[in-house]
T-cell receptor, first 117, second 112 residues
Framework: DVKVTQSSRYLVKRTGEKVFLECVQD?????MFWYRQDPGLGLRLIYF???????EKGDIPEGYSVSREKKERFSLILESASTNQTSMYLC????????????????FGNGTRLTVT | KQEVTQIPAALSVPEGENLVLNCSFT??????LQWFRQDPGKGLTSLLL?????REQTSGRLNASLDKSSGRSTLYIAASQPGDSATYLC???????????FGKGTSLLVTP
């Protein structure tokens, strides 16, 4: 079974702090994603990566950056946390190896609930 | 931009009923459509994936159908149980990229 592990379930940070959210997957997946989930807004894509050191902006990248130095690890960085970044953050991964690309479900971690005060 | 809509937003049914959750999307150029389940405070669990060339997929009491031309999918749950209570989300992977576009989900409550 695919395991996607997010390092923290709950996190409380102060405004202006630099915050690191870590995600590790154990299935050698090429693709990794960061979403945030807010009531009434659903899941929105922040960033994704389809290979080591590669990254692409999603729908709401402002205020965030990412790092993918190793295939199994994808980090989300809040450069200067703000209260409007209080949210549930979900990491996910999927395989890109043909022919599975079109048949590869997304596997999610359990999420990190971040509160910025 | 792909828009995904789920109706209804919430649903309450007595145990044992069969039920249908609906999902619609605006752009039919998709690779696949996926259904997920989310329990409160948790991540998402993949239930079913339907490739764009397929019409339906089944897993146990779950059956998902896809009508790509009309931009619709349904998730059928047979003989519902209280343990089915969760939020169900559908998502489409457009053929323009890697990421999924999600609907806002249907919150299902199955009462004993």
């Amino acid at each position: 079974d695919v395991k996607v592990t997010q390092s923290s379930r709950y996190l409380v940070k102060r405004t202006g702090e630099k915050v690191f959210l870590e995600c590790v997957q154990d299935m050698d997946h090429e693709n990794m994603f960061w979403y945030r989930q807010d009531p009434g807004l659903g899941l929105r894509l922040i960033y994704f990566s389809y290979d080591v050191k590669m990254k692409e902006k999603g729908d709401i990248p402002e205020g965030y950056s990412v790092s993918r130095e190793k295939k199994e690890r994808f980090s989300l960085i809040l450069e200067s946390a703000s209260t409007n970044q209080t949210s549930m953050y979900l990491c996910a991964s999927s395989s890109d190896r043909s022919p599975s690309f079109y048949n590869s479900p997304l596997h999610f971690g359990n999420g990190t609930r971040l509160t910025v005060t | 931009k792909q828009e995904v809509t789920q109706i209804p937003a919430a649903l309450s049914v007595p145990e044992g009923e069969n039920l249908v959750l609906n999902c619609s999307f605006t752009d039919s150029a998709i690779y696949n459509l996926q259904w997920f389940r989310q329990d409160p405070g948790k991540g998402l669990t993949s239930l079913l994936l339907i490739q764009s060339s397929q019409r339906e997929q089944t897993s146990g009491r779950l059956n998902a159908s896809l009508d790509k031309s009309s931009g619709r999918s349904t998730l059928y749950i047979a003989a519902s149980q209280p343990g089915d209570s969760a939020t169900y989300l559908c998502a489409v992977q457009s053929d323009s990229g890697y990421a999924l576009n999600f609907g806002k989900g249907t919150s299902l409550l199955v009462t004993p």
